[in-house]
């Protein structure tokens, strides 16, 4: 009918949604993909970082594998993740909640709690050595003898410090998370809490966490696998130390590749952190157990 009238059929025009997602595929294959199969091929091969790359099979993985080191390694990145994940869920929930009220002042506090964000952990790790010093430090400087401690020499102290550093840099970054999914929250859920009588602790537990579900699963899952990169920090606190008591995966892989110049087995622990971030991040998406009907429910 269209051919006797001289018109033709109108074509949908195609939607150009597809091409927009071309640039950041780019960008992700080459500085995420391409380097990582440069890594797994620089596992099966024997390198020192300057001359010849000789492939030598699985000599990397097994002197990796075989290193008693490695599981004194695997334990202190994970019980970094576990005491990490303790410290900064409850404080991130606590002041993501406090800081999604709508009175000015808290919006100003939430600006200051973002700034140990902004701030390099090159940085941040320089000005607590300095500060931790028992000869130079804070302790010193104002005669206080609880501050004089060898924070940095013992290994249950060094331990602590790296903690409360860490918790200190990103439990802000996780509070931004948590207060957007409070105030993502109905109203209409607390007005009809205070009708029943529910003060705000009640209405905190029975309505607040159990909304903020999957935001804890979101936020959860940036922490645990964030802390199997935790480099610099500990690198210049503790160097591992004392005792290799703050030796992680990740520092770990770092004296291999660059002060050991055995690029080999460093690739094959950089591949080990990816397998294990990415088994934490499957585990916690399958923890949430996250479906189409729950997502569209939550925040509604």
Known sequence: ?????????RREPRSILPWLA????????????????????????TWDGIGAIHPSGLTSWRAVLTDPGLPHALWVTFLVMAVSWAVQTPLSILLGTFMAGRQRYRAVLGVVYFVPLML???????????????????????NIQALSKDWLGRPGLAFGVVIFVVSWQFVPFHSLIYQGGV???????????QLDGAGRIRQFFSITLPQLKYTIITSS?????????????????TEGGPADATRVLALDMYKRGF??????????????????????????????????GASQLEGA
């Open 221 to 237: 899952t940036l922490m645990v696998v964030g802390s199997l990169t935790f480099f610099d920090l500990i690198f210049i606190l």
């Open 259 to 292: 002060q050991a110049s055995l690029m080999g087995p460093a690739s094959a622990i950089a591949v080990i952190l990816v397998l294990v971030g990415l088994a934490l991040a499957l585990l916690l998406r399958r923890l949430g157990g996250r479906d189409a």
């Open 1 to 9: 009918m269209s051919s006797l009238t001289g018109h033709r059929p």
């Open 120 to 142: 390099s952990s090159a940085a941040i790790a320089i000005a607590y050595k300095a500060l931790l010093d028992p000869n130079f430090g804070l302790g010193a400087g104002l």
């Open 183 to 193: 105030q993502q929250i109905p109203k209409s859920l607390y007005e009809a809490a």
């Open 22 to 45: 071309v640039p950041a595929l780019v960008v992700f294959v080459g500085f995420a993909v391409i380097p990582l199969v440069g890594v797994f091929a620089l596992s099966f091969t």
